[in-house]
């Protein structure tokens, strides 16, 4: 008997020698896999759905990954060589829709990447998301109008264009029961009807640089615009409700995120800041070092991750904007410039060249 407790511990431990010590605690941030779409114009966030990774990156190609392995399963473009692919595509069942440059949109099988059908916005600065609601595809992509199609066989249903001239359509809108909510370059902002287009009312964020959906949460809708404002409006009335400004003139051109009652935005060189949702008083504020565009900050648990144009994604402390941790993207060429996705522990992002990476959330 007292010889088989002394060989108890030395089976174990040579068990331990041969066979390891069994998987490791996982490391946030740790590295899974990387890969590349070849795209070199702008870092959008990739879209997980169903074990499938999608990614197009400002080149001419959307492309599938295995969400666990990071192998290529197919690979899209747009006919012709002007369409680049730099808009994150969204999915409704099996259906997945793109739109790029130019403003072509498709609908294709998210399985295998056959095409169901295609059209256009006729537009031609910026590639920007479809959005997919009640069986109609809303796309906007830089030019004047924003163009409701049926979902189903591409039909058009009816346009939208901001009055005067000068105010492009190039964000994505946002449905919300029986309202659409879209924004443009200029800072315009209108209040629709998404069955039939008619305008319910409309405003304006005063800015001047860049398109950015709104975003609307409760009875609110923010939205930031290129200028140096985020506004909070009634999302019935249109009457504003308060404005936040970061300092040093840092424009806030993306839309931001709110979770509970906290408000968290960023802007273009790489600010990011906590707000009270109901009066936008500031909690906090920080940086993530970017310098290029503005992107939406991702909360997910208790952090905040965000990248703006720079070469680090920064994880922030949600409650006390504590920094966790960085990552860059190996080089000097690879800027993180756009929202990352979480999908159970695993956080994917992308950037300016093509990159993604699968890191540990």
């Known amino acids: 008997m007292k010889r088989l407790r002394v060989l108890g511990p030395l089976l174990a431990a040579l068990l331990t020698l041969f066979l390891g010590a069994g998987p490791a605690a996982a490391v946030p941030g740790a590295v899974l896999w990387t890969g590349s779409t070849g795209g070199s114009q702008a870092g959008v966030p990739p879209v997980v759905s169903g074990g499938i990774a999608y990614y197009g990156a400002g080149g001419h190609t959307l492309t599938a990954f295995n969400a666990t392995t990071g192998a290529v399963l197919w690979t899209y473009s747009f006919p012709g060589t002007t369409s680049a692919v730099n808009a994150a595509p969204v999915i409704v069942g099996s259906t997945l829709y793109v739109g790029g440059i ?48 049926n979902a189903t066989t591409g039909a058009v249903l009816w346009t939208y264009s901001f009055p005067g001239f000068g105010t492009a359509v190039n964000a994505a809108p946002v449905v919300v029961g029986t309202t659409l909510y879209v924004g443009g370059v200029g800072g315009g902002i209108a209040a629709l009807n998404p069955a039939t ?165």
């Open 102 to 149: 130019a403003g072509p949109i498709a609908a294709l099988n998210a399985a295998t990447g056959a095409v169901l059908w295609m059209g256009s916005a006729g537009s031609s600065q910026a590639g920007v998301p479809p959005v997919v609601s009640g069986g109609i595809a809303y796309y906007g992509a830089g030019g004047s109008a924003l163009t409701a199609f």
């Open 197 to 361: 287009g008619a305008e319910l009312w409309s405003g304006s964020a005063g800015g001047s640089q860049a398109g950015v959906p709104p975003l609307v949460s409760g009875s609110t809708v923010y939205y930031g615009a290129g200028g140096h404002t985020l506004t909070a409006f009634n999302a019935t009335t249109g009457a504003t409700r308060w404005t936040y400004s970061f300092a040093l003139g840092y424009s806030v051109n993306a839309a931001p995120t709110v979770v509970g009652s906290t408000v968290y935005v960023g802007g273009i060189g790489g600010p990011v800041a906590a707000l009270n949702a109901a009066t936008g008083a500031e909690l906090w504020s920080g940086s993530a070092g970017g310098s290029q565009a503005g992107v939406s900050p991702l909360v997910s648990g208790s952090s905040v991750y965000y990248g703006a144009g720079g070469h680090t994604l920064t994880a922030f402390n949600a409650t006390t904007g504590a920094v966790l941790w960085t990552y860059s993207f190996p080089g000097t060429t690879s800027a993180v410039n756009a929202a990352p996705v979480v999908v159970g522990s695993t956080l994917y992002v992308g950037g300016i060249a093509g990159p993604i990476a699968a890191l540990t959330a």
